[in-house]
């Protein structure tokens, strides 16, 4: 249960980190709400799951989770690089997180 807590508060990571663009310096107020609601959330859930897995291992994950996302929607919302070496390096950063998951007692 806590690692489906922690990737889901990494795509609340994504859901604010992909909202802040969508405030324009907080300067619009729906945007601005769901994007503070999903921060919150998003660190809610990443605590409730650190009752039950090292801190290092979470937080690296949903970092992970969060940075992944939104380099996807990234290229896929606004046009950003796909390039090759940009891929491979999110592959890398998966990888990470499948380690992470395997090398994990929980």
């Known amino acids: 249960m806590a690692w489906l807590l922690l990737v ?3 795509l609340f990571e994504v859901g604010w980190a992909i909202g802040l663009k969508y405030t324009e310096g907080f300067t619009r107020p729906l945007p601005t709400a769901a994007t503070l609601a999903a921060m919150a959330i998003s660190v809610g859930l990443l605590g409730v799951a650190m009752k039950s897995l090292p ?3 979470a937080y690296a994950v949903w970092v992970g989770v969060g940075a992944v996302g939104t380099a996807i ?3 896929v919302l606004f046009g950003e690089s796909a390039s090759m070496g940009r891929l491979a390096s999110l592959g890398l950063i998966v990888a990470g997180i499948v380690g992470l998951k395997l090398a994990s007692a929980s």
């Open 55 to 57: 801190v290092g291992t």
């Open 8 to 10: 889901l508060a990494g």
């Open 73 to 75: 929607l990234g290229i």
